[in-house]
């Protein structure tokens, strides 16, 4: 395995940011890359992320760039980009990509065309699917900026790519383990935003505590149902990347998803509310997705597709919940789709 040298993080949101001076508090160095130039040149000339990590002084140890040009010696790839991105992006540099560099993606959703997962949306466009790995868990980025304590699962196809990359990322406040079960972490992180924004809902129209715990364990059913459809380990949606990062998302009023609930609740329709949000808001587009895919498939996930009514068939946030609570009964731990 290489040394550590020779990082690019592709996206300078604040995941990016915080995973680059996550590196940097262990003396390891690393190149973000802003998309946008603008944004590039405020960063560099104030040494702080105003736009996305206020009020965080960034490290020497992270040089800024907003050119690829030093894609082609990376040695290790890490895409801080939205999930709809990540194939443009990579497709329109596959002639500088690195063949032999490891790719390691931060992003949770799916992509919104085809539904897949982001490794194998990667695993399409790159050379090595055995240098392709995934970081997924509870992690709100300004609370690991800040070095508050937080764990996270490493994913990968290889051990050894696993476990260098839990290496280099662990750390006194953040703890990386690995895991080998792809699909399981990949759809936990994307689906758990969908949930998200229903919690957001919740919490707005203050239903409670009962119906917040309710709301999180029926959508770690969900997701389960869903990710067992394509062949993934049902303890992975206990773990770290399932239960974990469902229940900081659903909780945590730092989570975009969870903001976005919180305004649709107010009556803000859903552009003006995802403006308001100023990130991508990444439960909209998987809900969309999800919701086609789980009609088609027959998969059961009522929370979900009274998500998708609120955002897209413009039904009223009352009749949404309304139709959830009388839904049909059920036997709890009934796993039919």
Not at 122 to 129: A, G, I, S, Y
Not at 130 to 150: D, F, M, T, V, Y
Not at 303 to 311: E, M
């Amino acid at each position: 395995m290489e040394e550590n040298k020779n990082i690019l993080i592709l996206g300078a949101g604040n995941w990016g940011t915080t995973f680059a001076r996550l590196l940097a508090d262990k003396d390891i160095e690393s190149t973000l890359w802003f998309r946008d130039s603008t944004h590039f040149k405020e960063t560099e000339n104030t040494r702080i992320n105003s736009k996305y990590l206020p009020g965080i002084e960034l490290s020497p140890a992270i040089h800024l760039t907003d050119s690829l040009d030093c894609l082609t010696d990376s040695k290790l790839v890490v895409l801080a980009i939205p999930a709809n991105t990540i194939r443009e992006v990579l497709t329109r540099n596959q002639a500088i990509l690195p063949k032999s560099a490891i790719y390691l993606s931060l992003a949770k959703g799916l992509e919104l065309k085809s539904g897949k997962r982001i490794s194998e949306v990667m695993q399409e466009v790159l050379p090595d699917e055995s240098k392709i790995a995934c970081l997924s868990g509870p992690n709100i980025a300004h609370e690991i900026a800040e070095r508050k304590p937080a764990t996270s699962v490493i994913v990968a196809h290889c051990p050894k790519v696993s476990s260098y990359l839990q290496n280099l990322v662990s750390c006194a406040y953040f703890r990386a383990y690995t895991n080998t079960d792809m699909a399981g972490v990949e759809i936990s992180g994307a689906l758990k935003n969908v949930i998200a924004i229903a919690a957001g809902i919740c919490q707005e129209l203050k239903l409670g505590d009962n119906s917040l715990a309710a709301l999180i364990t029926r959508g770690i059913a969900e997701i389960a149902r869903y990710g067992m459809a394509f062949g993934a380990n049902p303890l992975t949606f206990m773990g770290m990347a399932g239960v974990g990062d469902l229940s900081v998302t659903c909780m945590s009023g730092l989570s975009r998803n969870n903001r976005l609930g919180h305004l649709l609740a107010r009556g803000v329709t859903l552009e003006n509310a995802i403006k308001q949000t100023k990130m991508v808001v990444e439960g909209v587009s998987t809900c969309e997705i999800v919701t086609q895919t789980a009609r088609k498939l027959g998969i059961y996930m009522p929370i979900c597709f009274a998500v998708h009514s609120i955002l897209f068939e413009g039904i009223a946030v009352p009749s949404a919940i309304a139709s959830l609570m009388q839904n049909h009964l059920r036997e709890e731990m009934d796993r039919s789709l």
